[in-house]
């Protein structure tokens, strides 16, 4: 399984929040690219960067921090965060992002998300699947639509996505666990489907009953932030 930590960017500081409550804001470092330095020597090979101002305003904001971290250490780095036009996947793509996620543009303009699966491929665009009680949710979570997950899921893998961030609203930031058995429903329906669980994640436990039901990957964010997984939790999972 692989083990993918998160950096989500405010005002070019790392933070978390809680169930994508901008109100809720800590900040956990003034500097991105040694918070992913830190990451990069422990083994890790992979980060999730989250523009959560980009989120907000509906825009690429926080390219710097992403050059720096791409510049700055080996890592593969996807992007993802306000997104919405080509323009916006070209500044991802030439500061160094690998793959770019795309949530709310999926939902928004299905063309597009579709226009860039097929032009850059389904290695290097990513869907995010962001839910609250399995509907979708977008524009920095803040507004649920009317699409139930395993329709958007399967609409999206139907047209060739392979990559999907599934991240469980409700338990983001809130270290109570991950959504066990809605992922067992997901990898039952694809089993292969590259999917990456996000939310809720508190444990070197969870981790294990991750990898038990076949998690190809997850995504850590607060748990490391608060020292409830630690560099010896995670070196199993690491080559």
Partial sequence: MDIVPAIDIIDGKCVRLERGDYTSKKVYSSDPLETARIFESWGIRRLHLVDLDGAKEKRVINYKTLASITSGTRL???????I?????????????ASMVTGGSIAVSDPRQFLKWLNKYGSGKIILGADHRNE?????????DTYMDLFSFLEDY???GVKNVICTDINRDGMLIGPSLDLYRKILKR????YIMASG???SAKDLMKLKMIGMPATIIGKAIYENRITKNDLNPYLN
């Fill in 76 to 82: 593969i780095v996807d992007y993802g965060g306000g």
């Fill in 135 to 143: 509907i979708i949710s977008t524009n920095a979570w803040s507004e």
């Fill in 190 to 193: 694809w089993p292969g489907l």
């Fill in 157 to 159: 893998i139907n047209q």
């Fill in 200 to 202: 809720g994640i508190s």
């Fill in 84 to 96: 919405r036009t080509d323009d916006d996947l070209r500044i991802a793509f030439e500061n160094g």
